[in-house]
């Protein structure tokens, strides 16, 4: 039955399934976007420090990066392993993808106490409203995203993904190499452009 699911007739020539994870992808690339213009436009405008330039931190971000953008390739592979019906694989990839992730929040999380001790918080200045409100955000879609995986392990251990299923580990994979992209436009426009901005006094001076 889920077999037959996946190949079911729809004028778009897509499963319902997929479409609908398209729509929300849509829907939540166009979230993202109103709030990385948000940062944007409000860049260098604090009045008040810390300013990116006195905390942000690109060496540290660019390895959280390549271990999120680890995970994606972790997540292709698992995908592999489920149309290929290796179950083994599908475990192992799908770990690796939950262990990535986990390390990828795990670097946020440092990232933002560390932040919070330099005298950065939500309601500081601009820049700390703007910067956490849409790192934290992305920070849930990881989050979330990993429920997800943990959920499709466990199916996995249970032996419950076949190729039959595969479906279900695509739509997954679709989401987390969403929140991967995302990341890396953030990861551009936040750390390697304005991550060096300083507040307008100072930037007068």
Not at 128 to 139: Q, R
Not at 178 to 196: E, H, K, S
Request: negative net charge; contains cysteine; aromatic residues 14%.
């Amino acid at each position: 039955m889920a077999h037959a699911a996946e190949h079911e007739y729809t004028t778009t020539g897509l499963n319902h399934r997929k479409l609908l994870m398209w729509v929300f992808l849509g829907s939540d690339c166009m979230f993202f976007a109103s709030l990385i213009a948000t940062y944007m436009v409000y860049r260098g405008q604090s009045l008040n420090g810390p300013y990116p330039i006195d905390i942000i931190d690109v060496p540290l971000t660019t390895i959280s990066t390549f271990v999120l953008l680890m995970s994606s390739f972790a997540m292709v592979q698992a995908l592999s392993a489920t149309n290929a019906n290796n179950q083994r694989g599908i475990r192992i990839w799908l770990f690796v993808t939950i262990i990535l992730g986990g390390i990828f929040i795990a670097f946020q999380a440092y990232e933002f106490n560390a932040f919070k001790n330099e005298g950065l918080t939500l309601g500081v200045n601009l820049f700390g409203a703007t910067f956490f409100t849409l790192t934290g955000f992305h920070g849930a879609h990881v989050a979330l995203g990993l429920i997800w995986l943990t959920a499709l392990l466990i199916l996995g251990f249970k032996g419950r993904l076949s190729p039959a299923t595969s479906l279900d580990v695509e739509i997954a994979a679709l989401y987390w190499h969403f929140v991967d992209i995302v990341w890396i436009v953030i990861f551009t426009l936040l750390y390697l452009i304005a991550g060096f901005d300083t507040g307008p006094a100072i930037a007068a001076g």
